[in-house]
């Protein structure tokens, strides 16, 4: 491999390859902190940060931005103006566009750019292709709608300091804007709610010309003293900014060469009368952020976003990970507000908490908490979109307007999934196809990571190992299952490859800042990066999955992107210089958290267009990702660990994801890196089956553990937690159609359900499933075998297994056994949900099975509601109307009805195959917890569809031993599709 791979000759770069080796093949070790960076070691992390402790320190510290007199006017919905930045004490200033936008979504939007120079006014440093601009793109790959303006947002107040702006439903919305200095109050119903700049910390690092410093006169002895006292001056006449790293930085042996020199964009960013702050996923951490300014129980270094390939990451840290999106809701009792952060550059953000005396709302109570945050990004515009709320829905759902939504996934992958690096062969394969069998384990889909490739050249195949993909495809196809290949970004540099010599011919590849193709290491050794910036490089990649080209695939098969933050061993941070460039000659440096995105989105069209007119909704997981990841694809948390904690901390890391909107997301379940002990391995499975995303994957040097090895009493249980993800797969399959639609959680914290009730406001630790009121809280400890479940409301709570009435109060804690047999999961009362109960092997074999249904009924003894969304599960069919949306509805303790949910009427659906055939799908069982005793001694009841009617028989068991009453209605036998009626 050496020998092999060209070293260009540079003992950096084969320095650098050894030490790369020597961590790969290093036994399991935590990532190593030193080698990502601090905010000191980031220039513009650490200039920001000094620069808000300035502003603090000051007193009367005045921001040094203001909005140029007579240089706003507001039109159709949109305020722009001039903001002047002082530069100097002699009062040069430059100029800063500003936009403030109202939108009929009801978000408003602040943009800053900087005025274009001169032609020759501002040269780049070095003699780099890098654009002379900043970077403006980021909307275009972000967002996608809900930024059409509102026309009837009007001006309110006006004069020579300031200008209201109302806007939003009802006018309720108000933004005020102030020109000296510049400052935005975002209102609602009058009262404030998020500031821009009212801490001063607005900064826009402007463009300048580097003044070189003249050639150093020879010095004499005795000159020294005089050199430094020049040093001083300087200092003193830059009012004491750090210039250390405005026009290079250096960082483990790497330098960045920064051709447009400093040009970040900060600002801080109060959250008024809000004690908590979610979202900026993705960290390892709690899901209320902490502090990031020290003192006791907080973070010492602001939370990042820049993504990177963190294995064996740390946890409870703001350290960056391998996805970002920047988006952070503000929750207060019975109030959410958010903003998002349109920026793709590395990122920074400080929260800090204090008691605010202005806010109104604290008085009285006086011990309301604000939390203020402090955002900075390296390049770019500075763009902030706000969401003034009032409930985390509506947070979630214009976000979800604005970068879109989950796409609706293929039914199976939101099964399980089975994977490791690495399956050694198709024999072995389809070994773990049979066993899966055997031990009567449900699964649908198996993984192949790197391994299966030749020499780690994607799009290929390990002849020895892998000798016939086909039939390994086609035994898993004769059970519905599937099989996932890895395609990673780098393309491995050698000879032979045509894929390696097609991006080259084509000049496809990412650029180094001479705008020569950009070289470095990943798994293959010397490899090149696709730029999936590039539209023709989108364009060649989808010709490579086609299954004349990609040999050994099919229609099963599907696609994993790994190492696209991009990971990049001999780079800085294991990432891409910089100073790389990307299509339209825009720097790394600005693109860099966007990178995994647009190369997701390839593959995800790639896949879609494999063969004319296969239009089967593709699937493809990513590591890297950004705002809008969510509309292509799923994700996984990225390289954890076999140990409780990494367990424990995957649940918030996962609710966090549906907060930010991109919630079709789970961890490795078992820990990529160790050897959990089998009691980890079950409890992990039992928290797994309560991901979104459910897949089992290990490290090359972790022992085999697939289910069905981990022996008695292990194997049983995991198989029941599996058996219980089948089960409920309508449930989450509703769930998702639900994220598809607005935005919706899949799985949901109880700041979200219940934003009234503020002791669950930090609580991340359980969560409700969709809308089926089913709360779980899984073991995420050793040998705990009972849980406290907080309550957040006076419903009533049934045991799921048991239907025991758990003796619950509104607020409190409630002790639930949790033998490792057992996971802690709860029915609130007041919910209709759908199972489908017959185990088979894989979902696609279920598709045509009867469904339960599941009444659990509420605190009245009368009520309860809940829906099903049912369609092919892998066509774009749903989009024209080939779908069953239900709405199940128990009235007055008597009659259960199903009619559809959204109204629609069945004769203006033209039927297609699967509907015709769906309508054979019949409701077998409804099981009513908590049924009222008047039905004791019930033997039938009737049921009414479409002008007939049947009877049905009954069996009820009456409340015994703290269980409740509950009746299984048997073999109802009305269609799926038609409205029924049961009447007891
Ligand atoms: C995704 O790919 C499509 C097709 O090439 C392209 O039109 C779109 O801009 C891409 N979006 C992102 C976010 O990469």
């Not at 309301?368 to 515009?381: M, R």
Request: with cysteine; charged share 25%.
């Amino acid at each position: 491999m050496l020998a092999s791979g060209p070293l260009s000759g540079k003992w950096t770069t084969y320095v650098c390859l050894l030490s790369t080796l020597s961590t790969l093949f290093a036994p399991a070790v935590s990532v190593k902190e030193h080698d990502f960076k601090k905010c000191d070691q980031s220039g513009f992390c650490k200039r920001n940060r000094a620069f808000a402790d300035h502003a603090v320190g000051t007193s009367a510290w005045q921001s040094p931005y203001n909005v140029l007199p007579d240089s706003g006017a507001f039109k159709d919905g949109q305020f722009q103006a001039t903001i002047l930045k002082t530069i100097n004490d002699k009062g040069e200033t430059v100029r800063l566009p500003l936009t403030v936008s109202f939108h009929e979504s009801g978000t408003a939007r602040v943009t800053i750019d900087e005025e274009k120079r001169q032609k020759g006014e501002i040269e780049l440093r070095h003699s780099s292709k890098a654009r002379k601009e900043r970077y403006n793109e980021a909307e275009q790959w972000v967002v996608v709608g809900g930024t059409s303006l509102d026309k009837e947002a009007k001006v309110a107040f006006e004069d020579k300091t300031q200008i209201t702006v109302q806007y939003g439903p009802s006018s309720k919305f108000e933004a005020v804007i102030r020109f000296s200095p510049f400052t935005v109050d975002f209102k609602r119903d009058g009262q404030s709610q998020i500031k821009f700049n009212d801490k001063g910390f607005l900064n826009v690092e402007h463009w300048r010309q580097k003044i070189e410093p003249p050639p150093e006169p020879e010095k004499k002895e005795g000159e020294e003293a005089e050199g430094e006292k020049k040093e001083e001056e300087k200092k003193e006449e830059s009012k004491g900014e750090d210039e250390s790293t405005w026009w290079d930085e250096q960082f483990g042996g790497n330098t960045d060469s920064k051709p447009r020199g400093p040009e970040s964009v900060g600002l801080d960013i109060s959250f008024v009368g809000y004690e908590h702050v979610f979202g900026i996923p993705s960290h390892a951490g709690p899901l209320s952020l902490k502090q990031t300014r020290g003192g006791e129980g907080n973070y010492q270094e602001p939370y990042r976003l820049y993504n990177a390939d963190v294995f064996e990451y740390i946890l409870d840290s703001p350290m960056t990970l391998y996805g970002a999106i920047p988006l952070m809701q503000a929750h207060r009792k019975d109030s959410s507000v958010a903003v998002f952060w349109l920026n793709a550059a590395e990122t920074w953000i400080d929260v800090t908490k204090a008691k605010d005396s202005k806010n109104p709302l604290a008085l009285g109570s006086g011990s309301k908490l604000s939390t203020s945050t402090h955002w900075y990004s390296e390049s770019g515009l500075l763009d902030v979109f706000v969401f003034l709320g009032p409930t985390p829905h509506d947070i979630t759902e214009k976000y979800g307007e604005l970068t879109g939504t989950t796409a609706m996934p293929q039914e199976f992958s939101i099964a399980y999934h089975q994977c490791r690096w690495n399956y050694n062969s198709d024999d072995d394969v389809k070994d773990v196809d049979a066993k899966m069998d055997k031990f009567k384990m449900p699964y649908d889909v198996i993984w192949l990571d790197i391994e299966y490739t030749d020499e780690k050249k994607y799009f290929t195949w390990d002849g020895h190992s892998f000798k016939d993909p086909i039939s390994m495809g086609k035994q898993l196809e004769s059970h519905g299952r599937k099989l996932v290949t890895i395609i990673d970004p780098h393309i491995k540099n050698t000879d032979n490859y045509p894929v390696v010599a097609e991006l080259k011919a084509k000049d496809l590849a990412v650029k180094n800042k001479d705008g020569n193709i950009f070289e470095g290491w990943c798994w293959p050794g010397s490899s090149h990066w696709i730029d999936a910036f590039s539209p023709a490089a989108r364009e060649w990649w989808a010709s490579l999955f086609k299954y004349s080209s990609f040999k050994g695939t099919m229609e099963n098969t599907w696609i994993w992107n790994d190492m696209n933050e991009p990971s990049v061993f001999n780079g800085p941070e294991t990432t891409m210089p910089k100073d790389n460039l990307h299509y339209g000659n825009w720097e790394h440096r600005d693109v860099h958290n966007l990178n995994g995105m647009t190369f997701h989105n390839a593959t995800h069209h790639a896949v879609k267009s494999r063969k004319p007119g296969e239009l089967q909704r593709p699937f493809v997981l990513t590591r890297s990702f950004f705002a809008g990841s969510q509309r292509v694809g799923a994700m996984w948390t990225g390289d954890n660990q076999a140990a409780w904690d990494h367990l424990k901390a995957s649940i918030p890391m996962v609710l966090s994801q549906g907060i930010a909107g991109f919630p079709f997301s789970g961890a490795d379940v078992g820990g990529f890196f160790g050897n959990p002990e089998k009691d980890l391995l079950t409890r992990w499975y039992q928290a797994g089956a309560f991901y979104p995303f459910f897949r089992g994957h290990a490290h090359i040097d972790a022992r085999r553990r697939e289910p069905y090895l981990a022996g008695e009493p292990y194997s049983t249980i995991i198989a029941a937690a599996l058996r219980l993800r089948y089960s409920l797969l309508p449930s989450w399959y509703t769930a998702f159609r639900q994220a598809y639609l607005d935005g919706t959680p899949i799985i949901k914290p109880m700041f979200y359900t219940h934003p009234s009730e503020e002791a669950g406001f930090a609580i991340d630790d359980q969560f409700f499933v969709g809308n089926t009121g089913l709360l779980a809280k899984p073991v995420t400890d050793q040998d705990r075998e009972m849980v406290d479940i907080w309550i957040p409301d006076n419903e009533v709570y049934y045991d799921y297994f048991t239907y025991d009435i758990v003796p619950t109060s509104k607020g409190k804690l409630v002790r639930v056994d949790s033998p490792m047999n057992k996971i802690p999961l709860l029915m609130q009362g007041g919910h209709i949900f759908a199972r489908r109960d017959r185990p088979r092997r894989s979902s696609a074999l279920m598709k045509w099975d009867d469904y339960t249904l599941v009444v659990t009924i509420g605190r009245d003894g009368k009520f309860a509601e809940g829906d099903l969304y049912v369609d092919d599960g892998e066509s774009y069919d749903f989009e024209k109307g080939q779908y069953i949306h239900r709405k199940f509805v128990l009235e007055a303790g008597k009659t259960i009805s199903s009619t559809d949910a959204e109204g629609r009427d069945p004769k203006s659906i033209k039927e297609g195959e699967w509907f015709k055939k769906a309508r054979n799908i019949l409701v077998d069982k409804i099981i009513v917890v908590g049924a009222p005793s008047s039905w004791s001694g019930k033997k039938e009841v009737t049921v009414e569809s479409d002008g007939t009617t049947w009877t049905a028989s009954v069996e009820y068991s009456p409340a015994a031993k703290g269980r409740a009453a509950f009746a299984i209605i048997k073999k109802v036998g009305a269609s799926i599709a038609a409205d029924w009626k049961v009447v007891v």
